[in-house]
């Protein structure tokens, strides 16, 4: 696993990569820093940080998008199979090299909030609370673009995707506003998703018959329960919208709250990912 | 010493790999031969651990491929089909970082790194981008990847694949090098280099094994029926007295040359080739006759190559049409 850590961390820093993150991140937050702390004299370093995970959308995608896909294409992965290291220590050398790399600029961001102390009335923990949540969503996300980088071995599609994604998540909750939060509206957009994840299933285990299962299993569940009990699904769309927003649990930090079961949530989406990314590259072994 | 049982591979329908077991004893060098799809890589990426096998078994130096992985592919250096390089490094910063997951630290490390390098004639072009380096080098530093970490058992496909005629002999010698210490198992659809560097060849075809011996004997197997031409001085009646009373003759055929002369053609199923021509030999002498002319004809390794793949089973067409 050191290996295939030290391999990435040169590789990063061989290429442009790890400083284009860090300059955007860095960049971004001293914006952000200047405007809030510095124009608007607020003394909340949090708000800079509310403010600055929007970069997120942008730096994440190019950070991981050839961690895997770019393995692909080059065909480097046979090297990986071959060599006496499983495919979870490849995963996890790869997420704990951008890890470091991420730890670099945020390293430097949290040395903010010291300097604006000696001027104003700075609420240190709520300003340390809220730099740790940045570090664990950032971390949550990465692991999401480890994923999605690992589906593909094209790069621009992985960023694109990526991209797409935490865009997506990051405005879900504005969006849950709109969305219908009727029992029918929530039954609509359900089985459009079981369909989706068929889709996925299908191409991820090339099984017809599974998708086929998995998504008739799905919506015969879900027609039962929604003539059983309709009122079930009123506004379930919204709240799932809200439950799924990686960023709605990181502001309950900048609002001065240590949410522990935002971390929680954090560490098991990381988990999740990883899992799935070593399952993704094992996948190819069996194809 | 590498045993695979019964290795089955599906892809779908499709059968690249289909029911092969063999045996591979240490301190060779294999062939492993066969024409385009016949399931080479498939098998190489098996026995490596980069595929999956849908049935069978494949145990390296007693460690079982799929039980033990970790412990099997230390056993193996592996030069997949296109060299794996990161073409943004230098070779000595790829051979560091290969190393290192093969569990090689500090001074050990640097002298395997230091061995290989030599071995493969890279020192060089050891600090230029892999990028920048031309095929016959990038396959080098492949093959000194798979050195690293002195493993039993060194498999390469199709090493020589888009060299130039001067990098083949180089890595065609380096392999016979490499099976003094080693077992080397390599890939190729030709036949002359197999002929040449292998002690022993694999031939295999639409997936199946169909030949396993050495060159030598291999050679043999279609050496019976075999054919001699012989011309001899004398008149056709004498000649076939002398020849009637030579045994393992299946048939003959007679035709006069002029000037005095005979040439015929035998065929026989003998085994042994040359204990006719040697009887041929003493009959004519024994009967005073001389003897101007005699050849044999010996199947070569190109037409076993080809009656073996062409004999092989045939579920060729359908499985073809299903290819990917």
Redesign the interface.
Known sequence: M???L??EL??YF??LTAYVFGAFLLAFVGIGAVLYNIQAAVSNFEYVLSFGSLIFVVIVPILTMRVIAEEKK??????L??????TFQVILGKYLALLILYLIPLAVISVYPLPFSQFGDVYLPTSYGSILAFFVLGAALIAVGVFISSLTENQGLAAGVGIAVILLNYYSVSLSEYVSSTALGSVAVLLVLVLVLGVVIRHLT?NENLAFGVCLALIAGMMLLYFLDGTAFEGLLPQVMKTLSLFERFNTFVNGMFDLTALVYYFSLIVLFLFLSVQSLEKR??? | MITVEHLTKCYGDFMAVDDLSFTIEGGHVYGFLGPNGAGKSTTMNIMTGCLSATKGQVKIEGYDIFQQPEKAKRMIGYLPEQPPLYMNETPLEYLRFVGEAKGLRGARLEEQIRRVVAQTRIEGVRNRCISALSKGYKQRVGIAQALLGNPKVIILDEPTVGLDPIQIIEIRDLIRELGKDHTVIFSSHILSEVQTICEKILIISKGRLIAFDEPENLEKRLLAPGEITLLAEGEEDQVRQILAKVPGIASLSLKREGQGRVSALLRTRQEDIYGLSRALFFAFASHNRPLLEMSLKKANLEEIFLELTEQAPDKTQEREAKRP
């Open positions: 050191t290996a295939v030290k391999h040169r590789n061989h290429s080059q065909k480097t992965d046979q090297l199979y071959s060599l006496p290291i499983t090339r072994r069996y194809n």
